[in-house]
T-cell receptor, first 118, second 113 residues
């Protein structure tokens, strides 16, 4: 697609419920990132996928968080047993990470999924 | 110590002023330096991209990288109210499959008409 697409754009859920957030990266981009941004805060790295390599999960805050990327394209971030502190914007981004791409590691963001846990 | 430090602001300046936004970093392996602009309730968008040291100019925007001081800057000339946004610096290391982007916390900028 033309840009990174995320769904849902807004989600309100009850504490304790599970949520799934979807990301469809730019076509051909091999690298995919999930970030979290709380109100007025910077971007917190969650997880990074690059091609067929094992994902870098070092930013996931707890075992309630998991993510997968099927077929090297679409990714789903799952939060189990949501807590109020999980309320944030979840941003997905992708990049080409191709040696011939002069923009190299520059990444392109989606509009985010705004999650509110009540 | 965070790998990337950025003053969160807020920074408020009058229209037409020159704005200077800065970040410092600790990892000498960083070689790619970026500035992103984020409007309220939107995702960040790439504004400027620089590889290694030096200056890069694009219209009213100039990005500077001083690797010896581990310091990067973004200058905005003739600032406009439409420049009001949060500006995030970002950087990454050598071009490899294991690299990831590290972001600053963002500086909130407000341009007063």
């Amino acid at each position: 697609g033309a840009g990174v697409s995320q769904s849902p754009s807004n989600k309100v859920t009850e504490k304790g419920k599970d949520v799934e957030l979807r990301c469809d990266p730019i076509s051909g981009h091999t690298a995919l990132y999930w970030y979290r941004q709380s109100l007025g805060q910077g971007l917190e790295f969650l997880i990074y996928f690059q091609g067929n390599s094992a994902p870098d999960k070092s930013g996931l805050p707890s075992d309630r968080f998991s993510a997968e990327r099927t077929g090297g394209s679409v990714s789903t971030l799952t939060i189990q047993r949501t807590q109020q502190e999980d309320s944030a914007v979840y941003l997905c981004a992708s990049s080409s990470s191709h040696l011939r791409d002069r923009l190299g590691n520059t990444i392109y963001f989606g509009e985010g999924s705004w999650l509110t846990v009540v | 110590q965070k790998e990337v430090e950025q003053d969160p602001g807020p920074l408020s300046v009058p229209e037409g002023a020159i704005v200077s936004l800065n970040c410092t970093y600790s990892n000498s392996a960083f070689q790619y330096f970026m500035w992103y602009r984020q409007y309220s309730r939107k995702g960040p968008e790439l504004l400027m991209y620089t590889y290694s040291s030096g200056n890069k100019e694009d219209g009213r925007f100039t990005a500077q990288v001083d690797k010896s001081s581990k310091y990067i800057s973004l200058f905005i000339r003739d600032s406009q109210p439409s420049d009001s946004a949060t500006y995030l610096c970002a950087m990454s290391g050598i071009h490899s499959s294991a690299s990831k982007i590290i972001f600053g916390s963002g500086t909130r900028l407000s341009i007063r008409p």
